[in-house]
């Protein structure tokens, strides 16, 4: 039997605003009632017929899930966006149409280009000279081979090491995310999109950022939503390091990031960023890979554990103690997990 966590209901965060009486402006109630959030009251993922090892979801409690009331997106969809040297927001982002050539920064005068598929957000974009090699991890995925592969079949593959699969590790998700719908979520290292398209789809969020470091990933994400005819009033396409993100500190009410940690070149950076772009309240997703089932056995893998980073260049081999650890080092707290084999999820909260 697998290793369960402590699977709990995100609270919310003593006085978390929550997105539909923080704004005074008139908004729309375009939500609809949600059956089918409301209905997903406890996931028992120990009765799936899944070949991973059982998990249990957070409980969710019994009243029925509260609609967010959601605001019309289309205006305020580039104002999220910001310079990721200066973390100021880009100048006449809010006037600027989708559709516009480049965003510039309104301090540093950089400009960012809209690349079509995404506008493309990384600190060294413009440069001629200079070009940055990131860790295996990294690169792997920026492979036109990979990205085209990653949803036929790469994807699948994780439930092999526990992953519950796509459907159950959103509801999962979604119960964390509980106190932050109605905002703005990013969807970090989204990849091919899997989350940020059901995100948007869900009409919980306000804006959905789909950010990734792949070019490739983005340009499938793209495709995807255009075959799946899904509206992109309410998503941004964005490359950034994870390290570097593009937004203002404390404007972002959620980040998820599914499957990614082990592909980060530092997860303490990232985790680091990421607090700083959440809001007070604001809650922090994470899904990833661990493997500290392996150690007492192999003890020689804990103490080869920085050699194969190195070589690997990912950080597979953290444990749920050590991601608490970093989560509180960086000021979230409220740390909340569940594992299986070697998945695990947790979720953690900026604090006030
Ligand atoms: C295993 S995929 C996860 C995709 C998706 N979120 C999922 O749940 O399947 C890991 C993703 O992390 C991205 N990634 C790796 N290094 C990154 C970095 N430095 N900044 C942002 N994204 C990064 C990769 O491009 C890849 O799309």
């Known amino acids: 039997m697998a290793a369960l966590g402590t699977a709990t209901t995100p609270a919310a965060a003593p006085g978390a605003p929550r997105c539909y009486n923080r704004h005074p402006r008139p908004r729309h109630h375009i939500a609809a009632r949600r059956n089918r959030v409301a209905s997903a009251r406890r996931l028992d993922l120990c009765a799936s017929a899944s070949p991973s090892p059982a998990v249990t979801a957070p409980d969710i409690p019994d009243e029925a899930v509260e609609e967010p009331l959601v605001e019309p997106a289309a205006e305020t969809k580039l104002r999220k966006l910001a310079c990721p040297i200066c973390y100021y927001p880009l100048a006449g982002s809010s006037d600027q149409s989708d559709d516009a050539s ?16 995404y506008w493309d957000l990384t600190v060294s974009v413009g440069s001629i000279e200079y070009s940055e090699s990131m860790p295996a991890a990294t690169e792997l995925f920026r492979t036109p081979l990979v990205s085209f592969l990653y949803e036929r079949g790469w994807r699948q593959n994780f439930i092999w090491g526990g992953f519950p ?36 789809k869900s009409g919980l969020y306000s804006l959905v950022v789909a950010l ?62 990421i607090s700083r772009v959440l809001r007070p309240g604001g809650v922090f997703v994470a899904s990833t890979f661990v493997a500290d089932v392996i150690p007492p056995v192999i003890p020689v893998l804990r103490i080869g554990r920085p050699y194969i980073s190195q070589i690997t260049g990912n950080n597979t081999f953290l444990s749920e103690v050590e991601f608490e650890d970093l989560c509180k080092a960086c000021g979230l707290v409220d740390f909340k997990f569940v594992r299986s084999g070697f998945y695990i999820m947790f979720s953690a909260t900026k604090a006030s």
């Open 212 to 273: 990734d470091f792949s070019e490739n990933m983005l340009k499938q994400c793209n495709e995807y939503i255009k075959q799946e005819n899904i509206s992109d009033e309410r998503l941004a396409l964005v490359r950034a390091d994870i390290s570097r993100l593009p937004f203002v500190s404390g404007s972002i009410d959620a980040v998820h990031a599914g499957a990614a940690i082990h592909c980060w070149p530092s997860p303490a950076c990232a985790v680091a960023d």
């Open 165 to 200: 699969g796509l459907e159950r590790e959103f509801e999962m998700a979604k119960t964390y995310l509980k106190p932050t719908f109605g905002g703005t979520i990013v969807d970090a290292s989204c990849g091919s999109g899997l989350f940020s398209r059901l995100f948007v």
């Open 102 to 117: 480049s965003l510039e920064c309104s301090t540093c005068k950089k400009s960012y280009p809209n690349k079509q598929d």
